[in-house]
């Protein structure tokens, strides 16, 4: 195998000149539209109105825990099963999946961090056209209509949010593809069986006889008129050269929302767009879908590298949240209504009047799995992230040095270059704690392993930035180089731990190494062993101050649909298509259980994933991926970071500089002051262009960039104190205006700053050559400082402020440092020792606080991070 993968090499060197030539910009012809996604297309058709479901009232059955309930879909009289949780902390959980499936469906695993603790529900009234359920808070209720089938939350009179009221809930129920051997046999047996019934069903009953005839035959004509109905797609599916075999057919899902009173909602990640987010009625859905997009587009709902489906809907009265937990590929449509327009039923007519107020509405489809949404229902902001991390954790507290200054490049050439570059830090008096290696430190891309000539004596090169208390990260990706000479491979095939392809086969791909084999991560032994391999005597060259860095985890093929895995690949007893968002979560998940087995369960890892879903903030740090050195692409930073914050992961950059392309000195000293205040701050570049060191700009910008990174050490202190205030709660450390001034529709569409925690508010500059910036300050009756200068400023007003290539606005409001810059003023402010136990830190609902140490008073900066010079966090 390793010399078909040397024959390889060529094509790959073609591929890379291809995509990484002149041209600098995303092929969208790569990836689909939503008119190319065939379940898509078919869900889009569906046009609102009437639904075909109705509840079956006679079924519903009432427990401590849950209520069930059957609908049926009139037109072709397949049977779902509805199931009504209320869980603890005012969430409502609903499930929609087939009562009676040909095999098993998709549930989305290992993303709760815990089974939903759940609370008694109880019928307050019933009568054919429906049911009434408590909530239990303060009078929340849920209203199931019956014909069509929809569910309203109410609290008092306002309805809070209901789902089908536009009648677009659609499941595709699994079947049998009429053309096959399997399909005739099932049809003869059943049809066997249905007489037999019937003949001994007549001699007890023989009206039930008639009942069951006219049911078979609707059923029957219901089948015959679906079969007609057939679409290309259904079955098999053509993307430009890949195919799709389907052999499950048709199964897709899709469920509507409305949210009377709504004009605002967020969250959805990543895309490279606008915080609030654009209704969708004239274009694409946005997708959620994770994939390797080189050079990705602004301000479209194209999908990208991460998915976490979970939205936020916010006005002056309330905050809602609605977590859709499906791992399969996920169209999101968004649309402007006005509420009160269509009739909700005889239990919904004392409801509302005749004044029209504003709502939005959502629609969500899946391909495959099944229907099981968290309805959060707040009802402010910091409800809502309490109740999602009640959901699935909350940010993991990250080592302190982390959150100082990483140094990237792709790639450094060899230890010698790296103790060049560690020595210029010195040099030039700029502090930073980590310098990475990219995927040319690895012996021809096979991951952990060096390079035997460029960095033959790892652990010397470990030493020497230890002894300055320095880190470094290398990457490991999760593609695996087919080579007979290649431990981690043969020994993930001998175990059998790599995926399979439709065949049986391992499924195999192009990616950096050439050919190459895709571990399974969705089987808890295949991530037990991974894990294993990042202990010192496995990972050779590897020491403590050695942290890992996964990339291309959405999967990226280069060869493959849509630069990614195909979708009949199979995990066990699902296809990829069903798990295909999951595969970056448990990359990641794995390699953090084997940074913290390493150390014996002492020391928080840090792990850097480009791929992520739903839960990921409990195992590291995210970047927003391949981003250009554009100031379009500075400004869209912002935005992005601030809606994977809405959804639970804080620790979120931006590759300051643009990964792609040069920036000019102005665009990466502006970027530089962005990033300083971004939770992960990481410059990182193109092994194409040219060399981008700090110092390499000239003195001025030298400086400029110096003053830059000593600003993210002064607040070190408090970012630690945000994130472990993140890790307690679930709130984000990067905030925009609206979380804390909720009832200020100023601040609603704000993305151009933000907060960092409660008080500290920032104004990055992004546009060349701008003289000025105008801040909106929130808060009426409330007051703003500059930090800089300490005038005072009143809030509620936009601020018009001058500015020079020296300024980043940075206000505060009863802030508790204050800065200057030899010192700063700490009150109140929490540590945590960098060595507490790595195991309580993974879910919200464990107790590190005996690991706290409070501090008052006054502290120099320099004896919490280190010597004067460079040396950036010593902690």
Not at 295 to 321: D, I, S
Request: glycine share 6%; proline share 6%.
């Amino acid at each position: 195998m390793a010399s078909f993968s040397e024959r390889m090499a060529p094509v790959l060197v073609l591929w890379l000149a291809m995509c990484l030539g002149a041209t600098w910009a995303v092929d969208r012809g790569n990836f689909k539209t939503c008119d190319q996604s065939a379940f898509c297309k078919r869900q889009r058709a569906l046009k609102p109105g009437d639904s075909p479901y109705r509840a079956l009232l006679e079924t519903m059955e009432l427990t401590n825990t849950r209520l069930t309930l059957q609908l049926i879909n009139d037109n072709n009289k397949v049977r779902l099963l509805l199931e009504l949780y209320r869980l603890q902390g005012n969430i409502t959980r609903v499930k929609i999946n087939e009562l009676k499936p040909l095999k098993p469906r998709y549930e989305v695993p290992d993303v709760l961090i815990r089974d939903p603790p759940t609370e008694p529900l109880s019928v307050l009234s019933q009568d054919e056209s429906g049911v009434v359920l408590s909530l239990g808070v303060e009078s929340q209720r849920v209203i199931v209509s019956v014909r069509p089938f929809r569910l309203d939350i109410m609290e008092g009179h306002d309805v809070l949010m209901s789902l089908n009221s536009r009648g677009l809930l659609a499941f595709e129920h699994l079947r049998m593809r009429k053309d096959t051997f399997s399909y005739k046999v099932t049809s003869t047996v059943a049809s066997v069986w249905d007489n037999i019934k019937r003949v001994f069903s007549s001699q007890a009953d023989p009206e039930a006889e008639k009942k069951e005839e006219a049911d078979s035959a609707d059923q029957a004509e219901a089948t015959k008129e679906e079969e007609e109905k057939a679409e290309e797609g259904m079955w098999e599916e053509t993307f430009k050269s890949h195919s799709d075999s389907k052999p499950n057919g048709p199964s897709s899902i899709s469920l509507d929302f409305s949210l009377p009173g709504v004009e605002h909602v967020y969250g959805i990640p990543e895309h490279a767009d606008d915080l609030k987010l654009k209704t969708t009625d004239n274009g694409d859905p946005y997708r959620l879908f994770n994939l390797d997009v080189f050079q990705y587009e602004l301000y479209n709902p194209m999908a990208l590298y991460g998915a976490v489906p979970v939205m936020l809907a916010h006005n002056a009265q309330r905050t809602t949240g609605i977590f859709w937990l499906n791992a399969a590929e996920t169209w999101v449509d968004i649309s402007s209504n006005t509420a009160g327009k269509t009739v909700f039923g005889k239990m919904l007519d004392y409801v509302q009047g005749s004044s029209e107020i504003p709502q939005t509405d959502v629609r969500w489809i899946s391909e495959s799995g099944i229907i099981d949404v968290f309805i959060m229902l707040g009802p402010t902001p910091k409800h809502v992230f309490s109740q999602y991390a009640s959901l699935t954790g909350t940010q993991s507290f990250p080592p302190l040095a982390s959150l100082g200054y990483h140094q990237c490049r792709w790639n450094y050439n060899d230890q010698e270059d790296v103790r060049s570059v560690d020595a210029g830090f010195d040099e030039y008096d700029i502090p930073y704690d980590f310098i990475w290696l990219d995927i040319e430190h690895t012996d021809g891309k096979r991951y952990f392993t060096w390079d035997p000539h460029k960095f033959a004596t790892p652990k010397e090169m470990l030493q020497g930035l230890m002894d300055k208390k320095r880190k470094m990260v290398a990457i490991v990706d999760p593609h695996i180089k087919i080579d007979s000479n290649y431990k981690i491979h043969n020994e993930i095939r001998s175990r059998g731990f790599y995926v399979k392809n439709k065949d049986g086969g391992d499924y195999e791909g192009w990616c950096w190494p050439g050919n190459a084999g895709y571990p399974d991560f969705t089987r808890a032994d295949m991530r037990a062993w991974w894990a294993s391999m990042f202990a010192y005597d496995q990972y050779e060259g590897s020491m403590e101050n050695l942290y890992t860095w996964n990339d291309m985890n959405e999967p990226s093929v280069f060869n493959g649909p849509e630069v990614t895995m195909h979708k009949d690949a199979v995990h066990g007893d699902w296809e990829n298509r069903d798990v295909h968002n999951l595969y970056g979560l448990y990359v990641q998940m794995a390699t953090a259980d084997g940074l913290v087995q390493r150390s014996g369960g002492v020391e928080r890892p840090f792990v850097l994933t480009r791929a992520f879903f739903a839960g990921s903030q409990r195992y590291g740090a995210v970047w927003t991926g391949d981003n250009a050195a554009e100031w379009d692409h500075l400004k869209i930073s912002i935005p992005m970071c601030l809606s994977l914050g809405l959804v639970g992961i804080s620790f979120c950059g931006a590759d300051v500089g643009g990964f792609f392309k040069s920036p000019t000195p102005e665009l990466l000293v502006r970027w530089y002051q962005t990033g300083a205040y971004q939770p992960f701050f990481r410059a990182h570049a193109h092994l194409d262009t040219p060399r981008r060191e700090p110092w390499l700009f000239g003195p001025e910008n030298t400086a400029l960039i110096r003053e830059a990174v000593r600003q993210r050490y002064t607040f070190l202190p408090y970012w630690y104190q945000q994130f472990y205030h993140a890790y307690r709660t679930g709130e984000p450390v990067m905030r925009p205006l609206w979380v804390e001034y909720t009832q200020d529709p100023a601040t609603f569409a704000v993305d151009d700053e933000f907060l960092i925690g409660q008080n500290l508010l920032v104004h990055p500059v992004t546009e060349e050559g701008a003289r000025g910036v105008t801040a909106y300050l929130p808060g009426k009756e409330e007051v703003w400082f500059d930090i800089h200068t300490f005038q005072k400023h009143n809030g509620a007003q936009n601020l018009y402020i001058p500015v020079t290539m020296s300024s980043v606005r940075r206000l505060r409001f009863h802030f508790l440092i204050l800065w200057s810059p030899s010192f700063f003023l700490i009150e109140y402010v929490l540590f945590l020792d960098p060595r507490v136990p790595a195991r309580r830190l993974h879910h919200s609902s464990e107790n590190a606080s005996s690991s706290v140490l409070l501090l008052h008073g006054t502290r120099s900066l320099h004896s919490l991070c280190g010597s004067e010079r460079s040396g950036g966090c010593r902690g």
